[in-house]
């Protein structure tokens, strides 16, 4: 099993759509909870941060599942300018006290006219 | 502006070349790493270091070295001992305590030829 598991999509939706993206994670020791978004053939960027409480940034709302190990991204009013793939990305501090980030293979989302 | 720089932005590789790729940072950050993602994938760690002159591998080293003589600098190269290189680079850096403030380079683009 993949440490954190994304559906790849592609999710294709309509301007002005609500879409949800779910991202589930195998390590219940994980921290620390982010969305990044990368554009094509670009590096990718921090989105959010996912906070215990949920949070909205605009329209981006993230939230934490601790329970069922899972954190989800909606966003609402969906633009042409949405249209990236959402990394999900989890950390924890492994056996050497480290801390390692681990990546999702990211969702796709298209935003179509 | 403090930021993370790689180059070149594309390279081509002849079979059986060493190729070395820069990522040169100027945010302080004690952590450096490096990714792989291959089309339709996610990121996969190749190499990180989190102080001078000490690196771990990832979980995808083989065919890979890296060096961390300076706090700023952390070069990787592609032997020719890694069969299938072509591939989307990113360098990323960050602090070792969260906030983590990771940040990623524009990315190299390795193809051979």
């Known amino acids: 099993r993949k440490e954190v598991e994304q559906d790849p999509g592609p999710f294709n939706v309509p301007e002005g759509a609500t879409v949800a993206f779910n991202c589930t994670y195998s390590n219940s020791a994980s921290q620390s909870f982010f969305w990044y978004r990368q554009d094509c053939r670009k590096e990718p960027k921090l989105l959010m941060s996912?906070?215990?409480s949920g949070n909205e940034d605009g329209r981006f709302t993230a939230q934490l599942n601790r329970a069922s190990q899972y954190i989800s991204l909606l966003i609402r009013d969906s633009k042409l300018s949405d249209s990236a793939t959402y990394l999900c990305?989890?950390?924890?501090?492994?056996?050497?006290?480290?801390?390692?980030?681990?990546f999702g293979q990211g969702t796709t989302l298209q935003v179509k006219p | 502006d403090g930021g993370i720089t790689q180059s070149p932005k594309y390279l081509f590789r002849k079979e059986g070349q060493n190729v070395t790729l820069s990522c040169e940072q100027n945010l302080n950050h004690d952590a450096m790493y490096w990714y792989r993602q291959d089309p339709g994938q996610g990121l996969r760690l190749i190499y990180y270091s989190q102080i001078v002159n000490d690196f771990q591998k990832g979980d995808i080293a083989e065919g890979y070295s890296v060096s961390r003589e300076k706090k700023e600098s952390f070069p990787l190269t592609v032997t020719s001992a890694q069969k299938n290189p072509t591939a989307f680079y990113l360098c990323?850096?960050?602090?070792?305590?969260?906030?983590?403030?990771?940040?990623f380079g524009s990315g190299t683009r390795l193809t051979v030829v």
């Open positions: 990305v989890v950390t924890f501090i492994d056996s050497s006290n480290t801390g390692k980030l681990i």
């Open positions: 990323a850096s960050s602090k070792l305590t969260a906030p983590y403030g990771y940040t």
């Open positions: 996912v906070y215990s």
